[in-house]
């Protein structure tokens, strides 16, 4: 920190377009205590038979039993450059966008959807600046088999 000081070098949060690009949830804006890690994409870390009891087992039992009513879904949003937005925007037909923005990289506005299912594939979006048509897109946006990291991707 010291060292930075005379350089205007200091700690920040994360980058939200590389988040969003990578797949990368952030707690309390895409997903809540409201939600389940089936309703996120999140099963892969759900082991309901290991030997250990754990809170809400039962819970999650049920719920895959019984399937989920909404899914976290990626999105490409048309039109003009968006900043990232500071509330969720309604789908018209259910749903809402949790975070999206404008990638330099992919050149064009990304995000997330919460959507009831069965899910839309095509969207409208009501944004700030008036209604934007979407689109379904697979999660990760970018580097979906994570070699960025091992410097093999451009």
């Known amino acids: 920190m ?15 377009i590389r988040r969003i690009e990578a797949g990368i949830l952030n707690y309390g804006i895409d997903m809540t205590l ?14 309901l038979d290991k030997p250990a009891e754990f809170i809400g087992r039962a819970a999650l039992r049920r719920i895959k039993q019984e399937g989920i009513r909404q899914k976290l879904a990626g999105i490409e949003i048309d039109g003009a450059r968006l900043d990232l937005n500071m509330t969720r925007y309604p789908v018209r037909g259910g749903g809402h966008v949790t975070s999206c923005i404008h990638s330099p990289r992919l050149k064009k506005n990304i995000g997330y959807a919460m959507l009831p299912l069965p899910m839309a594939t095509n969207l409208e979006i009501e944004t700030p600046d008036g209604v934007r048509s979407a689109r379904v897109a697979a999660m990760p946006f970018v580097d979906p088999k994570k070699q960025l990291a091992k410097g093999k991707l451009r």
């Open 34 to 47: 409201e939600n389940n890690p089936y309703e996120v994409g999140l099963e892969r870390l759900v082991e």
């Open 2 to 16: 010291a060292a930075g000081k005379p350089l205007g070098i200091a700690p920040t949060g994360p980058s939200d």
